[in-house]
Nanobody, 124 residues
Framework: VQLQASGGGLVQAGGSLRLSCATS????????MGWFRQAPGKEREFVAI????????RYSDSAKGRFTISRDNAKATVDLQMSSLKPEDTAIYYC??????????????????WGQGTLVTVSS
């Protein structure tokens, strides 16, 4: 597994969680990094992306204003800070790496490396 996602758990609605994605196999600075999620019975969907340098980000409408993606290329980590969580945020969250490098290319097929996922459960 090239990417390891962690930080998931059970949180009450309105709470916060910070997910982290780490890799020791990829030179992370060569990749745009993204977070996706898959809720029970639904398709996997885009959440956020950050470009190679960290200077550009893009969010889904549901994540905008509540989630923040960041990266530390020196530590080879990418984080997703999630606040004001809602029950509909319940899903398995996956981090992924894209050689395209830009935050413009955020469709799932642009990402060639994926982590195993971490479960986030938001209770009402």
């Amino acid at each position: 597994v090239q990417l390891q996602a962690s930080g998931g758990g059970l949180v009450q609605a309105g709470g916060s969680l910070r997910l982290s994605c780490a890799t020791s196999e990829l030179t992370i600075s060569n990749y745009a990094m993204g977070w996706f999620r898959q809720a029970p019975g639904k398709e996997r969907e885009f959440v956020a992306i950050i470009n190679r340098s960290g200077g550009s980000t893009r969010y889904s409408d549901s994540a905008k204003g509540r989630f923040t993606i960041s990266r530390d290329n020196a530590k080879a980590t990418v984080d997703l800070q999630m606040s004001s969580l809602k029950p509909e945020d319940t899903a398995i969250y996956y981090c992924a790496a894209s050689r395209f490098g830009s935050s413009y290319y955020y469709a799932e097929y642009h990402f060639g490396s994926w982590g195993q996922g971490t479960l986030v459960t938001v209770s009402s």
